[in-house]
């Protein structure tokens, strides 16, 4: 099989990221790939990706396996070198960010003289330790797949619109929306509960299915409490922040989400009117802005100032004023959601 020619790197469509490289979906092997970023599972996709396009070419391709963590002076040289039998090979070397100085020789010799036959992919999880190695592979125009942690929530809906897409499925908006809330805080857990839904159910995937597998695992952060308290739902509030203390949340934290909200709120009252240059200077991304104006609409100056005077008393007994830690921000909780609307 002769080596795959270069694809040149390209940002990862939508994806919020600085690494640069493909996604994981369009990995195409090369004489060395670079598989860059924390995101373990999207990195294993790229790296099956890449074995399986090799063994496509080739059958009884080669695949050998490196760590580059133990790396010991002149493996990467054995591992690339002929085959007895003339098969071509693929390398996959793990742990570059963690990688021994006669790893980091041996691959920045072997960037200069890429032996024929021969696919090398290099798995690098983030870190300084071994910046040299890219920066030379980027200077090389080594192509790379970008693996970065997906974290925010319309990047996780994007992920599972994909992930349904790719099994050739559909999910309403709600669905997907339900599905992050209740497994989105690890890429691991939504991807498998994106099979289970794709296994237990047909035609257009809708919320109840959803709610039926994964109801009672809405991921309650401080963050979602906040935003209950502040749209005036208190007993969706009060049901995610004891939630929330069940799992092991502290209530500083949830205290702190709920000042922020409530600081973001009145930042933007006060420029509000003011134009467009005015909320720029507030040091606030324009989604935030947008959010904080239409959340507005249901406050007046005095509940807001209600309810920032309730936080800054929870605020003080939680840090050591009070008895009762979860009874003082359920309490503030409560007075949030009340404040809402007069």
Known sequence: ?????????????????????????????????????????????????????????????????????????????????????????????AGVERCTDDFLQDALAYLGSPAPGVDVVLRHAGGQRGKRLLDAAKAASVPAVACDPITTDGDKSAFVTAELRRAGRRA???????????????????????????????????????????????????????????AGEAGQAVSLLRHAIGTGLDPVPIVAALALKLRTLAKVAAVRGRGAGAARELGLAPWQVDRATSELRR??????????????????EVKGEGRDPVFAVERAVLAVASASGR
Do not use: H, N
């Open 1 to 93: 099989m002769p080596p795959a020619q270069r694809r040149s790197s390209a940002r990862s469509g939508g994806a919020r990221t600085a690494t640069p490289g493909v996604p994981w979906d369009q990995a195409t092997l090369a004489p060395v790939v670079l598989v860059l970023g924390g995101e373990d599972l999207l990195a294993e996709r790229a790296i099956d990706r890449l074995v399986a396009q090799a063994r496509a070419a080739q059958p009884d391709v080669d695949v050998v396996r490196l760590d580059a963590g133990e790396y010991v002076a002149g493996e990467l040289g054995v591992a690339t070198s002929p085959s007895l039998f003339a098969e071509d090979k693929l390398v996959v070397v």
């Open 299 to 316: 406050w007046t100056p005095e509940g807001l100032a209600t309810a920032i005077g309730a936080v800054a008393q929870a605020d003080a």
């Open 172 to 230: 309403d908006a709600q669905a997907v929306r339900a599905l992050v809330d209740a497994v989105g805080s690890d890429l691991r857990e939504l991807a498998a509960a994106c099979s289970q839904l794709v296994a237990d159910s047909a035609g257009l995937i809708g919320v109840e299915i959803v709610e039926r597998y994964y109801g009672g695992r809405i991921e309650a952060t401080g963050f979602r409490v906040a935003d209950a308290a502040v």
